[in-house]
Structure formats: C-alpha cells, structure tokens
C-alpha cells in the first residue's frame, strides 16, 4: 500500500476520534449548559472575559502549540513510524482528554489554573508540588518559545538586512512583546489577532501537506519500518519517543494554557470543541512534520544530519512551496512558538497571583509579578536550547500525568467511567519516571531495560494506590464545583 494512503488513514482516524471518542469523553462528564461559567460569574474585562467559541478554538490552537508540534515530530521521525502512531493514538486517547479535563475541571473550579485543580482532587501537598513544576514548566516553555522562533527568523533574515536583525536582536523583539501581551487584558491583542494567526496556521499545515502530495507522493514513509528501530544513534524508541514528541500528542503544558479559555468560555458544551478540538487540530500539525520528517529526507541518515528542526522546517518549507510559500510556512511556524510563549508568561503570572491571593486587576500589580518572572527568562534564554529542551519534555509529560490523575480521580469520586483519565495517566507516569532514570545527561544514566522495568512497576504501584484510595473525598471539598 503506497505510504500517502497511510498518511490518508491517520488524517482520518483524527477525525473520526473527535466525532467519536470526543463525544464519549464529553459523555462521561456530563457538561451542564445550565451552569454559569466563570466568564460571566467572575467578568472582570481582564483574564474573565466572554469570547465566541470559534475565536476561542483557534486561540487555544495557537496557545497550546508552540514550537512542540513541529520541532518534536521531526525529531521523533528518527525513531520510524511509532512516532507516526503516538501521534494519532496519543492525540485521541490521551493528548485531548487530558486538554478537555483541564479545561473543564477549570471550568468547574471557577477558572482555576492547574495547581488550584489539583488541590481539589488530589490534595494541598500535590498543589504545593504542582505551583512548582507548573511555574518551571510555564518559564521554560517560555524561553524554548522565544529561542526557537529568534532562530529561524535570524536564518530567514540572513543576507537581507546586513546582519541588523540577528538573534539577540530578534531575542529582545520578542521579548517585549511577551512582556507587553502579558500584563494587558486578553481580549486586546489575543482575542483580537490570534485567531487571524490561527488561520494561517490552518493553512500552513494544509499547505505543507499539498507540497509533498505534489511533489513526493512516492516517498511517503519510504524508510519507515516497524521491523527495526531506524535511529541512527540506536536511541530507544521506550521511552523517548513519547518525551520528544509532546505537544503534538500529549502535553502537561496545555493544562496550564486551558484555564485561560476556560475563563473565556460562554457555555459548557462548548468545551469539547473548544479543547478536545483544538488538541485534534494540533495532532494534524504534529502529523504533517513527522512525515516531513519520514518523506523529505530519503534516509534516516540524512534527516540525522539535517542541522536539527528549525533546519529542517527552512529546506522543507522552501523546497515544497517555493520561496513565497516557503516564507509563509516558515512565518507559520514561527508564530506557533510566539503565540504561546506569551500566554505561557501570562499563566505563570497568574498561576502565581492565584498562589499568593493577589488580584490582578490593577497594572501595577500584575507588573509586580511580570518583572521578576521576565528577568529569570531572559537569563534562562543564554542557557543551550538542546538542554532546555530536554528539561522541557520530562517536565512537560510529568506534569501532564499529574494532570490526568487529577481527571481519573475527579471521575473515580463521581462513580464515573475513570478508565478513559486513568490509562492515559498509568502510560505516561511510566514514561516519566524510566526516561528520569535512563537518561545518562539529566537523570540517573540506568541501563534502559532496568530503567523500563522500574517505570512499568512504578507506574502499576501507583495505578494501585488511585484504585486503593482515589474514591475517598478531600475534606471541605464536597461543594468545591459550585464555588
């Protein structure tokens, strides 16, 4: 079978799990129209604002997927065609529950971040740990959002302005407008121009999808085997593919961007759309560059040696579209990073407000946060991207699987169907915990079978303590939904 028709079949399976599973995960909830959400209970014209849920779809696209849907697909190509199934398996039954639950929960919560969320289910101690990992996560998604997007505008800019516009300049450029789009209310940049940026979004995607249709219909997948794992440095597939590929399958850093939507959202029934949706959206933009990735070059070898992501996008973009389409591709991929490291900041600030109680209507205040939080960005920005990067993955799926066990345990308590949270968040605790060990750079540098024969235990352990003592309430917590 040609391999297009592969490419074909996961385009599908996309749209059938949103039309399918989506309903059921929505099923299992039971979203209530009825009830008011925080937009209207808490409008405050700054972070609570009322927005349609077309222009919130295509806000929360662009907040959740920054540089990860594209920069991690092309890495995860060198592992084959697994990472062509994490992509769609992991999008439906793991990457989408996990946004509708983070999103809905906030909902339900009064438009509470994630650690708020999370003391509701799983207790004050796991919001401690939770503040934590949440504000590293938002201050690194931050700085990875910044340098990768600096980069490729440096190289798109190369030759034309004399070296004017080089990385430190495009560095400070976009940190400004973080700082600037961070402090001033949502609905005055975001809710205005990110759904215009949203589109061209859309339309880069399909429009790197038509390029290798016309140009490399034979090529599909051509080295792509189940048969032997292809990675050039013999890297293992368990667990690393499932870090390196996040945001275009699952990713914790999307709970901590659906509480901004969720203080947006003007019916309840409109969440499936709205986060089930957009994360389906964001697996068709991981699904278009990991086959880049497996159709572009002709051998593994040669995607190895491409000079990473951002190189890959530039010859990719170019070679498929042309120079004018090649720009806007790579302007496409540039405004990803951009449009989600600036609500990355902006949920760090209030992730941190919410903490320590501090309202944040007034300017000043939010300036009293914003500054110290901007300073330990821009010093984090000096720091290898490569390093960074791969903080960003551990973190990312750590915090993703705290989240799903905050969704199974909501579940578990209501007599609900737990098992569509609590699988997701069983796989990917055991991904967290045997990359930790294996990894020989950041964590412990244990042999990978050992380091997987740990995760797995670990991750069933923990399964058994949720199945054990998931279904006991938190103390004041009975009313908790109807604050």
Known sequence: MPGYIWFILAVIALIVGYQVYGRFVEKVFEPNPARKTPAH?????????????WKLWLIQLLNIAGVGPVFGPIMGALYGPTALLWVVLGTIFAGAVHDYFSGMLSVRYGGANVPEVVRHTLGSKARAFMLFFATVLLLLVGVVFATAPAGLLTKL????????????????IIFAYYFFATIIPIDKIIG????????????????????????????????????VNPNPKG?????????????????????????????????????????????????????????????????????????????????????????FGGVLAILGVVILPITSG??????????IAEAIK?????????????????????????????IIWR??????????????WSAAVYLYRKDKLHWIASIPATFITYVSISYIIYEPNMGLGVDITIANTIGVVAAFVIFGIFLACGKKPLKGEENAENA
């Open 41 to 53: 209970a808490l409008s405050d014209g700054v972070d609570y604002v009322a927005m349609p849920k």
């Open 157 to 172: 800019c190369a030759g034309h302005f004399d070296g004017a516009l080089n990385y430190p300049v495009w560095i400070c």
């Open 192 to 227: 205005r121009i990110y759904p215009i940026f949203g589109a061209l979004l859309i339309v880069m995607a399909i429009g790197v999808t038509i390029g290798l249709f016309v140009h490399m219909p034979d090529s599909f997948y051509s080295w792509a085997s189940f048969d």
């Open 235 to 323: 890297l293992p597939i368990w667990p690393l593919v499932f870090i390196t590929i996040a945001c275009g399958a699952l990713s914790g850093f999307h709970s901590t961007q659906s509480p901004l939507m969720a203080r947006c959202i003007e019916n309840e029934k409109e969440g499936r759309f709205v986060f089930y949706g957009a994360m389906v959206a964001e697996g068709f933009i991981g699904l278009v560059w990991v086959t880049v990735g497996m159709t572009f070059y002709p051998t593994v070898q040669e995607l190895a040696a491409a000079g990473g992501p951002a190189n890959v996008v530039y010859e990719s973009s170019y070679a498929l579209l042309g120079t």
């Open 342 to 351: 600036d609500t990355a900041f902006r949920a760090a600030r209030l992730t």
């Open 358 to 386: 501090l309202p944040q209507i007034k300017p000043l205040v939010r300036l009293s946060i914003a500054v110290p939080l901007f300073v330990i960005g821009i010093i984090l920005s000096t720091v290898d991207f490569n």
């Open 391 to 404: 903080y960003f993955g551990f973190c990312n799926q750590s915090l993703a699987g705290i989240m799903l």
